[in-house]
């Protein structure tokens, strides 16, 4: 019972580099989210995926991308990393309606440092 | 955007006692719902509680509990009987009719042996 997997667990990437994070789902969920968790500041939504094919903006967008593979991979690029994408980067499944809406899955999160 | 705040970045409580965690939040919405979750040092986000709007029952989950008061936008979590491995980082979270939801900027909950 994996649940939530994210690949790579930790990653150094220079100014300018792109990079894709990884994450898939064994639970058969509909909805995949994508977080930034910084100091003092929470969890933000960078991107959600309500169901296969579909993705939308959450809080912070600017600077990524997502791809709805299929139903089990949701993943998160960077296409050319800046210092201010340093951050613990969580990927999180949910359910169907009614206990959608909130991711209660995460993986374990990317740490990701830009230099 | 809705908001969610929680005005104690830090809390401790001695082993066995109660403490209570706060959690305010800013809404025109009325049917919506509100979470804690627990991040402990192992970064993994585990849901604690959950409490639907419309419920106006306070939601229980063992030694967990919630205060909701719909009226003043308020959800606390109370913790009874602190065990060591209840220490971590908690937060409040809120969504609403859309597929977005706001977390709070956590609690750090320190346990005191």
């Known amino acids: 019972n994996a649940g939530v997997t994210q690949t790579p667990k930790f990653q150094v990437l220079k100014t300018g580099q792109s990079m894709t994070l990884q994450c898939a789902q064994d639970?058969?969920?509909?909805?995949m989210y994508w977080y930034r968790q910084d100091p003092g500041m929470g969890l933000r939504l960078i991107y959600y995926s309500a169901s296969e094919g579909t993705t939308d903006k959450g809080e912070v967008p600017n600077g990524y991308n997502v791809s709805r593979l299929n139903k089990r991979e949701f993943s998160l690029r960077l296409e050319s990393a800046a210092p201010s994408q340093t951050s613990v980067y969580f990927c999180?499944?949910?359910?169907?309606?009614?206990?959608?809406?909130?991711?209660?899955?995460f993986g374990d999160g990317t740490r990701l440092s830009i230099l | 955007a809705q908001t969610v705040t929680q005005s104690q970045p830090e809390m401790s409580v001695q082993e066995a006692e109660t403490v209570t965690l706060s959690c305010t939040y800013d809404?025109?919405?009325?049917?919506?719902?509100l979470f804690w979750y627990k991040q402990p040092p192992s970064r993994q986000m585990i849901l604690v509680i959950r409490?639907?709007?419309?419920?106006?029952q306070n939601a229980t989950e063992n030694r967990f509990s919630v205060n909701f008061q719909k009226a003043a936008k308020s959800f606390s979590l109370k913790i009874s009987d602190s065990q060591l491995g209840d220490a971590a980082m908690y937060f409040c979270a809120y969504v609403g009719t859309g597929n977005q939801f706001y977390f709070g900027t956590g609690t750090s909950l320190t346990v005191i042996p």
């Open positions: 809404t025109s919405e009325s049917d919506y719902y």
């Open positions: 409490q639907e709007a419309y419920k106006q």
């Open positions: 999180a499944s949910s359910e169907q309606p009614p206990v959608a809406r909130l991711p209660q899955h």
């Open positions: 639970m058969n969920h509909n909805s």
